[in-house]
């Protein structure tokens, strides 16, 4: 199947077109700024799409807009879906309430699919202020687990983690489980989210299977 995206919006020149899948590849640094933008759209999504066995093309213009072609190798069926049998870490993840602490809008909504699918209900934050916010502001209880972005403005996920864990008054500020999310995949960026006081740390472009078991395992190690 093919699928074609067009939009009217302001392009890209013919040099940046070869870079567009790499990761936080952006053609102007006053991007980011301006979208709050941080260039992995685009390389997360080229993965999801090569995941599938598809492949994803663009065509610029400056002024113009973009074309987006998107062939995924699937065929149409009148075959009834059959339900799915594999209870798995999805499964046990179902009913689960989340707190998603992301900037990033593209980020958020695939993450977000992936979690309402598998049963999940999910409260979404721009940045690590609003993350320390909602969980201040709520119940004891109303959060199951945090996603917690590390690159965010006002206050990066380190930070929000700290600030969570440090909340006084607040019994679960200790224990509810925070997940860090994100591209900052080496060693020491791990050994940076346990120091936090993060629990668990899962890295960007996510694997659906890889999110759900380390979001099982982690409430497994909280008891």
């Given at each position: 199947?093919?699928?074609?995206?067009?939009?009217?919006g302001?392009?890209?020149?013919?040099?940046?077109?070869?870079?567009?899948?790499?990761?936080?590849?952006?053609e102007?640094?006053?991007?980011?700024?301006?979208?709050?933008?941080?260039?992995?759209?685009?390389a997360?999504?080229?993965?999801?799409?090569?995941?599938?066995?598809?492949?994803?093309?663009?065509?610029?213009?400056?002024?113009?807009?973009?074309?987006?072609?998107?062939?995924?190798?699937?065929a149409?069926?009148?075959?009834?879906?059959?339900?799915?049998?594999?209870?798995g870490?999805?499964?046990?993840?179902?009913?689960?309430?989340?707190?998603l602490?992301?900037d990033?809008?593209?980020?958020?909504?695939?993450?977000?699919?992936?979690l309402?699918?598998?049963?999940?209900?999910?409260?979404?934050?721009?940045?690590?202020a609003e993350?320390?916010?909602?969980?201040?502001?709520s119940?004891?209880?109303?959060?199951?687990?945090?996603?917690m972005?590390i690159?965010?403005?006002?206050?990066?996920?380190?930070?929000?983690?700290v600030?969570?864990?440090?909340?006084?008054?607040?019994?679960?500020?200790?224990?509810?489980?925070?997940?860090?999310?994100?591209?900052?995949?080496?060693?020491?960026?791990?050994?940076?989210?346990r120091?936090?006081?993060?629990?668990?740390?899962?890295?960007?472009?996510?694997?659906?299977?890889?999110?759900?078991?380390?979001?099982?395992a982690?409430?497994?190690?909280?008891?």
């Open positions: 199947m093919t699928y074609v995206i067009r939009d009217t302001i392009g890209m020149s013919p040099e940046f077109l070869p870079h567009i899948f790499d990761e936080f590849a952006q102007e640094h006053g991007a980011r700024t301006q979208y709050k933008g941080t260039g992995l759209g685009m997360i999504t080229k993965r999801y799409v090569e995941m599938m066995g598809g492949t994803i093309s663009v065509e610029s213009e400056r002024g113009e807009g973009s074309a987006f072609t998107v062939e995924i190798p699937l149409l069926t009148d075959a009834p879906a059959e339900a799915c049998k594999d209870e870490d999805a499964a046990r993840c179902a009913g689960l309430k989340v707190l602490a992301e990033n809008d593209m980020n958020a909504e695939i993450a977000t699919i992936q309402t699918d598998a049963g999940m209900r999910v409260t979404r934050v721009a940045d690590g993350a320390v916010e909602a969980f201040r502001t119940a004891p209880g109303t959060f199951d687990l945090v996603l972005d690159m965010m403005p006002n206050l990066n996920g380190y930070e929000a983690t600030t969570i864990r440090e909340t006084e008054g607040r019994p679960d500020a200790k224990t509810l489980p925070v997940i860090a999310m994100t591209a900052n995949a080496f060693a020491e960026d791990v050994q940076a989210a120091d936090a006081g993060m629990d668990a740390h899962i890295a960007k472009p996510i694997v659906t299977e890889e999110m759900f078991r380390t979001i099982a982690c409430l497994k190690s909280r008891g």
